[in-house]
């Protein structure tokens, strides 16, 4: 019989896995299981030594735990962990004897048992023991022989059940707290949180032991966060800590404790609860909350710009709507209290696209006041579709539905979006005909009228509106839309033709076969018209979203368009279909264009290649206006760190464009070659031409380095009444102390190798004067004493 029955007890949950090691005795002598169970089915194997007896089991699982699991031992079993492979291993070594069975059935759920021979199975269980197995007597079988399912029933023998550790009857007596539990959980969703925490009150006093203690204590938590009842809170967070640590609620809990102590003034207790929730959750949608009461603790702490960044880390990292919804309007109340109106109207428009029902989920005047907060910082859009997101969660007879009615139309009348505009003023004087704001509701509406300039088009498209509105969903309303949708093309006003995209694609195609055709057309006409006047973000987002490809007479548009917004894809393609023009000078424009992309994308192996044909087609042209491509062919060497193509290319740039102030900063590329590599006739060839460069234009951008340089390397050539020329140009070039006491510490060494010695004095003087702590001084000091 069990003697002793459970010496030790080990679970870890990690990516559904759990594993238990018990110890027990049978007939006085000790033996171990170890239990291994996961949702998935997995694969445990024995290796067995050449005695035949079992040196190891091996368990494969396809993925890692996302807690580390520590090495495991007791008398009979050393349990470690391994991964190879992004293939995670449980390694079983036995200290005595150990066999493998796998748990294929549940005998408390099923009668009928067979020997089943299997490979992978979701629960595995390892027995280890001393000389004999416990319990188990074992069988040779034969290859031949038949696997017989064997069947019992309960019914047919007499059944027990379950027994405590004394062997008696395990009584289960029902509960007197299920169905108040359950109403707990019906006046929490209905959010009656004072009865909820006096109906839990009641029930724990009652039932003191009640099998859902837990779920007690956790909604008694829930109701406290919802009532601000922080320091309650806490108490009750902290007994649900202690006694259900690996309760599936605990992120949650922990989230709460955490927000509770950072609202009280107690952050140092609140990071540590962070801190768990972090590490030991992260993956959990409370992790997401707990970021996002941090950054609320952040902001009283007046730490907007870290607020804000966990509030973007939510952002991009939840996909669970209702915390992104509230991440994106506190990061909207954080910009806005910052000024950056823009910036806020960006979130609101998420939660208006994803879950504009948010506005009316929270409290109304908070999302008023942000309504009203974006309209003062003319956000007007957005501020109408907060307002238009309350309004339809609202009855006629509540307070602010008027003024929210009037908002929309007000606000969206001074937009482009007239159409919106005019149904929203329209439902005001037909829901408030003699209300606060008709008047004003009035005049907005009659404004409409004078924003479209085609008079007989102006009558055609308001008859429209007032079929469209007056027949929804009917075959007048129908062919309102159809006939709308045609004469704004007429009219070339693509892009509102376009935005009845939805309304035309609703229309039967058996009975208006062409719509699609129209909305092509419109997306055409609304991409050209983009293109004639550079709304390069409207030409982009066109051409992704409608698969448009226009003649080759816009290819030049869209190329440009592409290179502003930095779409090199559509760019590329631009100038591939192009560079096989027989056309020569077509052919040089776009073999130049198709050179910009690549360098731009830093493709510079195309670079160079495209160059080398575009530069032999240019060749005998001085004047090109794709000459420019010399200055591309030298960055790409100068990207590549190329130093001897840097200096070639450098000749070819020289030709092309003699002596440009533009290409100034590559000269200083090559005098920089020239000094690595110790070349001093190519420092002076190069830093003569900048000199001369400077000179011509007024202008010593890079003085006085190029000075320094040649100076240098003038002397290191012996020619010191150069290196005299070029240091002394320095006294008409503003310079700091440091470098000014460098330049007449340098005037002075040459001066003594010229045999000018007294000037050479006056100048280390002038070196001490010009900055006495430098080092350039000191240096001064020392040649004077000589």
Known sequence: MLKTLLLVFISLNAFALEISLQGAKENHQPYSTFHIKDE????????????????????????????????????????????????????????????????????????????????????????????????LEKHEYSDAAINFPFTYAKDMLPYVGSLDIKGNPVYIKKVGDVTEYIKIKKYYEEKNYEFTLELINDIMKEYPNSLFKAELLFYKIRAYSKLDENDKLIEAAKEYLREYSSDENVAEVLSLIAKSYTKLGMNSDGDYFFDRLFSEHPESIYADWGYIYMAESLEVEGS??????????????????????????????????????????????????????????????????MMYDLADNTQLIQASAIAKALVEKMQPVEDEYEELVRNVGIWLSKTQMKKEALLALNKYLELFKDGMYAQEVQIAKDA????????????????????????????????????????????????????????????????????????????IGTMKQALNVKECNSVLLISSQYKIELSDEWDDGVYECAMKGADFALAKKMADKNLKSKDIQHRKKWLYRYIKVDFATGNYSNV???????????????????????????????????????????????????????????????????????????????????????????????????????????????????????????????????????????????????????????????????????????LAKSAKAL
């Open 40 to 135: 998935d089915k997995f694969l445990c194997q024995e290796f067995k030594d050449d005695f035949d007896a079992v040196s190891k089991i091996v368990c494969a699982f396809p993925k890692a735990p996302s807690q580390k699991i520590k090495k495991l031992q007791n008398n009979f079993f050393e349990i470690d962990t391994e991964i190879k492979n992004k293939t995670f291993f449980l390694v079983i070594k036995p200290y005595q004897k150990m066999k493998l069975f796998s748990i294929v059935f549940d005998l408390s759920k099923e009668d009928t048992t067979f020997s089943a021979d299997i490979k992978l199975s979701n629960h595995w269980m390892i027995v280890g023991y001393m000389d004999e197995m416990p319990y």
């Open 304 to 369: 907007a710009s870290r607020a804000r960044t966990l509030y973007e880390k939510v952002l991009s990292h939840s996909n669970d709507i209702d915390i992104a919804a509230e991440a994106a309007f506190k990061l909207a109340r954080n910009h806005m209290a910052n000024s950056n109106a823009k910036d806020a109207a960006v979130q609101i428009e998420k939660i208006v696209k994803a879950k504009p029902e948010y506005f009316s989920s929270i409290d109304i005047y908070k999302s008023m006041d």
């Open 448 to 523: 409409l009228f004078f924003d479209v300039s085609d008079e007989n088009a102006s009558v055609k498209l308001n008859t429209y509106d007032k079929l469209m509105q007056e027949y929804q969903n009917d075959s007048i309303g129908n062919k309102a839309i159809y006939e709308k949708a045609k004469l704004l093309l007429q009219n070339e006003r693509f892009a509102e033709a376009l935005a009845m995209e939805q309304e035309l694609l609703k229309l039967n195609p058996q009975e208006y076969q062409d719509t699609q055709e129209i909305i092509t057309q419109a997306a």
């Open 608 to 778: 160079i290649e495209a160059s080398k044909e575009l530069v032999a087609l240019i060749k005998d042209d001085e004047n090109s206006e794709y000459k420019d491509v010399y200055r591309t062919v030298f960055d790409t060497y100068h990207r590549l760190e190329n130093q001897q193509m840097m200096i070639e290319s450098i000749t070819e740039l020289i030709k092309a464009y003699k002596d440009d102030y533009r290409d100034i900063e590559r000269y200083v590329a090559v005098m920089a070659v020239g000094s690595e590599i110790k070349d001093n006739n190519m420092v002076i060839e190069y830093g003569e031409k900048i000199m001369g460069i400077q000179e011509s234009s007024d202008s010593h951008a890079q003085s006085p380095f190029v000075e320094f340089a040649l100076y240098q390397a003038y002397s290191d050539k012996e020619n010191y009444n150069r290196a005299l020329e070029i240091i002394q140009s320095l006294d008409a070039v503003e310079l700091s102390k440091n470098n000014r006491a460098r330049q007449k510490y340098l005037l002075g060494t040459v001066l003594e190798k010229l045999w000018r010695d007294d000037a050479a004095q006056k100048a280390y003087q002038a070196a001490i004067d010009a900055e006495p702590t430098s080092a350039w001084a000191e």
